[in-house]
């Protein structure tokens, strides 16, 4: 069956570079050496090794070969307008440039490029000749029409007295710059996008190198204006000497601050992999500086508040002329207010095209089924052109019987045309309960997480597994996984998110999840927790002091999950319930867990840069803990007996500057896979005997104190990595043997 991918704004190129060149002037000299260096590198290129070419016309294989070739290459030579076969083939070469998105680079090998452009010398002479024996002025006109377009597209100019070789090997390089940028994940079925990539794209109207556009796409969520955002960027990225585009600022800039998108703005557009800005008021003239001799193509995602524009695409003099900007936003007056003139709302789905997108989810086919077009009609009534509704709905009913599509419809008809939240919950209703469970979890707090810190997560907190659920999310158009994180789209999140609000309207400590910061603040604040809470996460934007009542927690008798990140607690909780299995609180205030606290559920502890010392807990029992992090713990000075934590497969204690000692039990913890102690100056003492036979990997740089390793028993066949560089170990112990695979730092 055929795919809808295969159109141009997706178009997968036959040949990397197409030369169109004069035999007789190039062949054998500076076309076979081009022809050979480009093979050399692995770019797939088109010469035409006819010698003779007969007639005007071009044959359909050398057609469909420009037509084909993501670059073309034409080389000027002095007698390149004298063959009508060179020619015709130019005038083709430039209809793709317009239609196809073809990168088209001339080189003027031994003219000048004002000959070309203005049809002078050789170039003159030759189309006179054209003009005594060809009647057809059209054609003619034609011919001199492309010569101009095409001497005013950026190129190479080659001057006798130069070496080739060095001409060519600049060739290569951009060539080989622009073939191996990766193309954007667009979708699985992109019916309609076309249409509106070229609209968007007149309003970029990227063939002015003059100037510098911003350009504005909106519309409500769910509509697809990341879809087309991505669509265009593969349509006319080649046309750019640096690409950049961000994603999700509106989450980003919440979870990482402006000053982490500029620096990966930076990064992309020149390279700068370790700057640090600091703030973002000194990030604005550096993006400026920087950026103000370069044309860029930007892409600024999902943008919602005004300081983001002003502090990431602040003007139109921060970038090089040529250079466009493309923002997506749900907010028209946002792109008003930043003096975007130019902007695109992106329209709902036609009938027709609407149809088509609904038939291959349904179907996998353009064509619906003909014993199910009324039905289907009635699906793309209730859809109301919104493309994430037809590929849920129409998912759904894949492989579904008639009978089963007339009852699935008869409940989507009850559903009002306006709510789209209710559109989308019917795909959440038909799922089963743990299912749902995990839906919410990824709804409410895991979305752009990894997929392998989701399944962590999730497993160590609901206590089962959650890969066949998330698989079951995905065939269900619920999430997507891209490029090993996890996707949901907005309207999906606010969907599982408003069933979890719908619990408990007025009452936010009556819910199962919390993660609005306010409303946790205030359930803290004012002790009105409950047990139908299982899983907390606050972020705060800023590292903020936090008013609480100690007490906040003991109601909770069904938290699963708590984690704390960028808030200040001047007292730790009175009580933790015994129902916890994953505690991740940053700068946790408190030297040690509550006292009567049951940690046998816990399965991750998780108090980086903490007050933690274990102070009351000096042997830990935490028989179900597989991992513990306390790095940046500054008064941690030793770790106890962990003989009672027999699962941990996971201690971080990076940058703990005040350890001295690990007792010697960690030396048999036999489910230990990692240990590192990276920057622990004040390290002196290990066990003294190590028998880790699950140990993979064990760091210990700069650990300057560290005088020695300790005694390895047994054989050690899973260790892949020792680092003990800038450590103060000067000799290994003899038994260091024992480690079968190992890499060793130093």
């Known amino acids: 069956m055929a795919n809808p991918t295969s159109s141009s704004f997706a178009y997968q190129w036959t040949y990397d570079v197409f030369l169109s060149f004069r035999g007789e002037d190039t062949r054998t000299g500076f076309i076979g050496n081009l022809f050979n260096a480009l093979r050399q590198k692995g770019i797939h290129t088109f010469m035409d090794d006819q010698e003779l070419r007969k007639g005007e016309e071009i044959t359909p294989s050398l057609s469909n070969a420009i037509q084909e070739s993501r670059i073309a290459i ?38 000048d490029p004002s000959d070309v452009r203005h049809q002078k010398g050789s170039y003159a002479e030759a189309l006179a000749k054209h003009e005594t024996r060809i009647s057809d002025k059209d054609k003619l006109k034609a011919w001199r029409s492309v010569f101009e377009a095409a001497a005013n597209l950026s190129g190479w100019h080659f001057k006798e007295g130069r ?123 550096i993006i400026k500086s920087r950026l103000c001799k370069k044309k860029i193509l930007l892409i600024l995602d999902d943008v919602d508040k005004l300081m983001q524009l002003e502090v990431l695409a602040g003007g139109l003099d921060w970038f090089g002329s040529g250079s466009r900007i493309i923002i997506t936003t749900r907010n028209r007056h946002l792109l008003h207010s930043h003096g975007v003139k130019r902007t695109y709302e992106v329209e709902g789905l036609n009938h027709e095209e609407a149809l088509e997108l609904f038939s291959w989810n349904a179907f996998r086919s353009k064509q619906v089924n003909p014993g199910y077009l009324y039905i289907s009609k009635r699906v793309i009534q209730h859809s109301n052109g919104l493309p994430l509704s037809l590929e849920i709905i129409g998912s759904d009913l894949y492989g579904k019987t008639e009978l089963e599509w007339k009852s699935a419809l008869d409940t989507y008809e009850r559903i009002p045309h306006e709510d789209i939240q209710k559109i989308l919950k019917v795909s959440y209703d038909g799922l089963k309960e743990f299912e749902k469970e ?33 698989q079951v999310l995905i065939d269900k158009c619920l ?59 606050l972020h705060l934007v800023k590292d903020k002091e936090v ?30 319930p015994k129902s916890l299995r994953v505690l991740k609180w940053c700068a946790y205030p408190e030297s040690s867990l509550p006292a009567d606290f049951d940690p046998k559920k816990l399965v991750i502890l998780d108090l ?3 007050s933690f010392t274990f102070n009351n807990q000096l042997n830990m029992k935490f028989k179900s803990l597989m991992e513990l992090n306390l790095s940046g713990c500054k008064l941690l000075k030793e770790i106890p007996d962990m003989s009672g934590t027999p699962n941990l497969k996971k201690l971080y204690l990076d940058h703990c500057r005040n350890l001295v000692q690990v007792h010697d039990s960690v030396g048999f913890l036999d489910k230990l896979e990692f240990l590192t102690m990276d920057n622990c100056t004040s390290l002196k003492i290990l066990p003294r005997d190590m028998n880790l036979t699950s140990l993979k990997l064990m760091y210990l740089s700069n650990c300057t104190s560290l005088a020695s390793l300790p005694e390895i028993l047994g054989k050690m066949k899973n260790m892949w990595e020792l680092n003990w560089s800038g450590s103060g170990i000067s000799c290994l112990p003899f038994s260091i043997g024992n480690l079968v695979v190992f890499l060793c730092a130093k």
Request: overall charge positive.
């Open 547 to 576: 008013q609480w009542n100690v007490s906040a927690l003991e109601k909770m008798e069904n938290l699963k999950i708590l984690v704390v990140e960028n808030a200040r607690f001047s007292r730790g909780p009175s009580a933790l």
């Open 74 to 111: 034409v080389i000027f030579s002095e007698n390149y307008a004298s063959s009508t076969f060179c020619l015709q083939e130019l005038v083709q070469i430039m209809e793709c440039l317009n239609h196809k998105g073809k990168l088209v680079w001339p080189v003027f090998y031994k003219v």
């Open 163 to 285: 070496y080739e070789y060095e001409f060519i090997e600049k060739i290569i390089q951009e060539v080989s710059k622009r073939i191996n940028r990766s193309p954007l994940y667009i979708a699985n079925y992109p019916v309609g996008i076309e249409s509106r990539v070229q609209k968007v794209k007149s309003l970029l109207d990227v063939k002015s190198n003059n100037a510098v556009h911003m350009v504005g796409i909106y519309g409500i969520g769910g509509i697809g204006k990341t879809t087309l955002a991505c669509a265009v960027y593969n349509f006319i990225a080649d046309q750019f000497e640096d690409l950049c585009f961000l994603a999700n600022i509106s989450k980003k800039s919440v979870e990482h601050d402006l000053v982490h998108l500029q620096e990966t703005l930076l990064c992309d557009l020149v390279g700068e992999k370790h700057i640090n800005l600091g703030n973002v008021r000194k990030g604005i003239p």
């Open 438 to 470: 995990i839906f919410l979890d990824i709804a409410c707090f895991f979305k752009g997480y990894t997929v392998s810190y989701v399944i962590n997560m999730l497993y160590s907190g609901r206590g089962y597994a959650p890969d066949y659920a998330i």
């Open 608 to 610: 980086p840069t903490s």
């Open 479 to 537: 999430i997507k996984i891209d490029q090993c994180y996890v996707k949901m789209h907005d309207l999906i999140k606010d969907m599982g998110r408003e069933i979890v609000r719908l619990e408990s309207p007025s009452k936010p400590g009556e819910r199962s999840r919390l993660w609005l910061s306010k409303e946790i603040l205030r359930v803290f604040k004012e002790n009105k927790g409950s047990d139908k809470t299982e899983i907390i996460m």
